[in-house]
């Protein structure tokens, strides 16, 4: 969310009365839009299942300020799996490959993620990796920027720097989180669904945090019926039967938004149900997207 460039200022009158007028807020002179391009800027890569499939997007923040990184901007010739690692942290923000679908947009429909990912660099640059492959039997083309703004805080007064640091460092407890069924390989397949076949794809979280899902996406080459239900002894749906893929899912461009975001707690899980109603296999890629809470 844009940072106000107006604030009200307690200030004294001639007369000595306290009174209240709009100035400037004055950190808005010390933030910046800012893209952050990979290195290599294009990855090249060659057909599914062979030599050279895969390669590594890096993504460096210098040491000019901080970065409040909120967007995912991109474009391919075919579909792709991702995987961000932050190695400062030791972090991966994600399960299991995510299919570019859940992902990457343009900018005209940038993936916004559902928190800001915030990179303090202190003295020292920041690095975020994201390792690629390709899911498509034809040689890929691949070029990703991520978005965000830029806190100049080497210039702004300490006490600015300071306050910019304890409102958005919060990386630590929670940040954003892709999560994809654990039925999906590491190189970021899925298996195929045969014609008129059910199966379950199943969403789990570990034993280390929790996830406040508020955003789902998926990718397939047919269409199919589906229902989501809790993982628990209750087994409760999501809905009073099967829904038509196309109603409750979107994709990186246009993601569903659900009615109301759902806690999945530590080692819970989420079930989704589908039935194949094509006439031939189709494989489903899905992702639910929100911010993962961990607790010390």
Same mark, same amino acid.
């Given at each position: 969310?844009?940072?106000?460039?107006?604030?009200?200022?307690?200030?004294?009158?001639?007369?000595?009365?306290?009174? $209240?007028?709009?100035?400037?807020?004055?950190?808005?002179?010390? *933030?910046?839009?800012?893209?952050?391009?990979?290195?290599?800027?294009?990855?090249?890569?060659? /057909? =599914?299942?062979?030599?050279?499939?895969?390669?590594?997007?890096?993504?460096?923040?210098?040491?000019?300020?901080?970065?409040?990184? /909120?967007?995912?901007?991109?474009?391919?010739?075919? /579909?792709?799996?991702?995987?961000?690692?932050?190695? =400062?942290?030791?972090?991966?923000?994600?399960?299991?490959?995510?299919?570019?679908?859940? *992902?990457?947009?343009?900018?005209?429909? %940038?993936?916004?993620?559902?928190?800001?990912?915030?990179?303090?660099?202190?003295?020292?640059?920041?690095?975020?990796?994201?390792?690629?492959?390709?899911?498509?039997?034809?040689?890929?083309?691949?070029?990703?920027?991520?978005?965000?703004?830029?806190?100049?805080?080497? $210039?702004?007064? %300490?006490?600015? !720097?300071?306050?910019?640091?304890?409102?958005?460092?919060?990386?630590?407890?929670?940040?954003?989180?892709?999560? *994809?069924?654990?039925?999906? !390989?590491?190189?970021?397949?899925?298996?195929?669904?045969?014609?008129? !076949?059910? !199966?379950?794809?199943?969403? $789990?979280?570990?034993?280390?945090?929790?996830?406040?899902?508020?955003?789902?996406?998926?990718?397939?080459?047919?269409? #199919?019926?589906?229902?989501?239900?809790?993982?628990?002894?209750?087994?409760?749906?999501?809905?009073?039967?099967?829904?038509?893929?196309?109603?409750?899912?979107?994709?990186?461009?246009?993601?569903?938004?659900?009615?109301?975001?759902?806690?999945? $707690?530590?080692?819970?899980?989420?079930?989704?149900?589908?039935?194949?109603?094509?006439?031939?296999?189709?494989?489903? #890629? /899905?992702?639910?997207?929100?911010?993962?809470?961990?607790?010390?």
């Amino acid at each position: 969310m844009p940072l106000s460039a107006l604030q009200s200022i307690r200030t004294q009158s001639p007369d000595g009365r306290i009174i $209240e007028k709009i100035g400037i807020n004055p950190i808005k002179r010390f *933030v910046r839009g800012y893209w952050v391009v990979s290195d290599p800027l294009t990855s090249a890569l060659a /057909a =599914q299942g062979t030599a050279g499939d895969s390669a590594n997007l890096r993504f460096s923040i210098d040491t000019q300020g901080h970065f409040d990184w /909120a967007y995912v901007i991109g474009n391919s010739t075919a /579909a792709f799996s991702i995987e961000f690692y932050d190695a =400062q942290k030791n972090r991966l923000l994600q399960n299991r490959p995510v299919h570019s679908s859940g *992902v990457v947009g343009p900018a005209i429909r %940038p993936f916004r993620l559902p928190k800001p990912y915030f990179f303090n660099v202190g003295d020292s640059e920041r690095e975020i990796t994201a390792v690629i492959r390709n899911l498509s039997p034809l040689p890929n083309t691949v070029r990703i920027s991520l978005y965000g703004r830029r806190f100049y805080h080497k $210039e702004m007064p %300490p006490d600015m !720097a300071r306050d910019v640091e304890r409102r958005f460092d919060e990386g630590e407890r929670e940040y954003s989180f892709w999560l *994809v069924p654990k039925e999906t !390989a590491f190189d970021g397949t899925v298996p195929a669904i045969a014609a008129g !076949a059910r !199966a379950t794809l199943t969403f $789990e979280t570990d034993n280390k945090a929790d996830i406040e899902i508020d955003k789902v996406m998926l990718s397939s080459d047919g269409l #199919f019926d589906y229902q989501l239900r809790c993982g628990d002894r209750s087994l409760k749906s999501w809905s009073n039967g099967d829904v038509e893929s196309s109603s409750g899912f979107g994709d990186a461009l246009f993601p569903f938004i659900l009615g109301d975001s759902f806690l999945l $707690e530590r080692k819970r899980q989420i079930l989704l149900e589908i039935r194949n109603t094509g006439v031939a296999p189709i494989s489903v #890629f /899905a992702t639910a997207s929100g911010k993962q809470m961990q607790y010390r």
